[in-house]
């Protein structure tokens, strides 16, 4: 008996190790991209277009002071926070009304509009573009930051609306109902009640909206000619040259692309979790 006691702690000493071994060799490929651009930063030209070496021997802030200083990358940065968090606040607020009624409601056509939703995110962007450009060139809306942040709204709508309906159905109706005995009204309703219970799912549903807006490329290349309205993976993008790629800008610029993002994640990671839980569970 002691024996089959010992053997079983033994094995499960075994597989924890191996958890954690393969824990730390997934880890170290995942990473190793990361560490890469990031040493790669702090390396002058003559290294990186050197022998490879992924420890910089001369470390420097040119790359930055390029980035920063000399050029526009700080403006192409508040391009894209601005625009980005103007689409995620648009598409999380449509995404709470629409999700709400889609899920609450019986309505007429009430599944083909969510199926309607559904499609329009299996659509690539790019497909539109041509349509779009000859719209908005021909009523004088390129070139507008504004113009871009509609469109990014526009863009992520529909995501939201599955998302949030998916958040909707986890919470039971007769929280609502109870509201209503008390004279609360749907809107009220709506916003005093069920809105609080789903902060977790509303900050994920506007945390990814961000993010497919602050990583889109192919509108602010197609719409965006002014280098005061570029966005900042324009910037990235004109790092590449007809004979040449300004590897050490590029991975600066990359590193700088990065900051906001990881700050947004670490703050909102609970929210996270707990929004991405609820929506599979119930979505």
Known sequence: MANNLNTRKAKQKTLTVLKFVFLF???????FPFLWMLTTSFKPSSEINGPVDYIPNNPTMENYIN???KGNFGK????????????????????????????????????PVYLLFMITQMIPS????????QMLSKAGMTNSLGTLAILYANMTIPFSVVTMSGFYAGVSNSIEEAAWIDGCGYVRALFSVIVPLLLPGIAATAIFAFMNSWNELFMAVMFVDMDKFKTITVGLNSLILKYNIKWGEMAAGTVLALVPTMFLFGFAQKYMIEGLTAGSVKG
């Open 25 to 31: 060799i997934y880890l170290v490929v995942v990473m």
């Open 67 to 69: 980035m920063l200083v």
């Open 76 to 111: 192409y940065m508040l391009n894209s926070l601005i625009s980005s968090t103007f689409a995620a606040a648009v598409a999380t607020f449509c995404g709470i009304l629409a999700g709400y009624v889609i899920s609450r409601f019986n309505f007429r056509m009430k599944t």
């Open 126 to 133: 790019f497909i539109m573009l041509a349509p779009l450009y």
